[in-house]
């Protein structure tokens, strides 16, 4: 492929400017369904197993992801689909090609998209205030810090590592084989002390995004000092310096910590949830 550096150079332009169009500055964490609904792009989820993820150009624009990938993956695709609207390819359909993130390195349109999916996600911007704010140096990253920085993101462990390393040069090849020598799995029973079938977001003090969103099955770990208010969120154990929650239920819990103005929401929805984006976190009338 031809001139990859000025590909990635306009889509980290058009990225860039995506966020303040949205009206996320670059060093803000996003979430990029909310993103795209600024934009008046519809998200929508659909359960199918061959499917990675499709945008369609029609009206102000449709983008359909499976239900059925990692919380991680559904990010990166949409920003991927909705980089796709934003570079006027028009519409696409990209099938599901097992664990590669890529759809195809030498298809211009894709490796673009790919570009503005990292770069919409991932600005440099964020990935160093995310680690500076805690006081951590990204090129001596942790695994569970680096886990710490994807969550806060809505990424991947893996997105996050190889962005680091391959585009915005945080880290070195001897860091970065360290990093990978550790699933997310682990990492993240290591960081909760018990298996965590679902995934886990690690919630502290330095946390800036004030959405999280979650399925029902997963797990947030909150610090020991703040309150939970609302059933979505039920308690599983405490930990040395913080507590485990589970995602019970569809629904929206609000974390607060008394007598400071730190605080967020814990967005909750039902699992492998089909449907429209805005609507993924509705609670169940009939839910005790």
């Known amino acids: 492929m031809k001139d990859r550096v000025g590909i990635t150079r306009e889509a980290l332009r058009l990225a860039l400017k995506t966020r303040r169009d949205a009206g996320y500055a670059a060093e803000e964490p996003i979430c990029v369904y909310d993103c795209a609904e600024r934009l008046g792009v519809e998200v929508r989820f659909l359960a199918v197993s061959s499917l990675e993820g499709m945008y369609a150009s029609s009206g102000d624009g449709v983008v359909v992801l499976s239900s059925l990938r990692p919380p991680g993956r559904q990010a990166f695709t949409c ?27 030498e298809n211009p349109q894709e490796w673009a998209a790919d570009r503005f999916a990292s770069y919409l996600l991932m600005p440099k911007r964020a990935v160093v205030r995310s680690f500076a704010r805690r006081g951590w140096d990204p090129a001596a990253s942790l695994p569970a810090q680096v886990l710490v920085v994807a969550s806060e993101l809505g990424v991947g462990y893996a997105a996050l590592v190889n962005q680091m390393r391959w585009s915005l040069g945080l880290l070195d090849a001897r860091r970065t084989d360290e990093l990978r020598k550790l699933t997310p799995k682990a990492i993240r029973e290591a960081v909760a002390q018990r298996n965590c079938p679902g995934q886990l977001l690690i919630l502290d003090e330095a946390w800036a ?62 699992k492998d949830y089909a449907g429209r984006a805005t609507f993924r976190h509705l609670e169940n009338p009939d839910a005790e």
């Open 79 to 105: 920003a991927h689909e909705l980089g796709h609207h934003v570079l006027g390819h028009g519409s696409k359909w990209d099938e599901y090609l097992g664990e590669a993130l890529s759809m195809s390195s």
């Open 209 to 270: 995004r004030k959405a999280v969103d979650i399925q029902a099955g997963d797990f947030v770990l909150l610090p020991l000092d703040v309150e939970v208010k609302g059933k979505s969120l039920r308690l599983e154990g405490t930990l040395s310096a913080s507590r485990l929650f589970l995602g019970a239920c569809p629904g929206i819990a609000q974390v607060v910590r008394p007598g400071t103005p730190w605080g967020c929401f814990v967005r909750v929805s039902k």
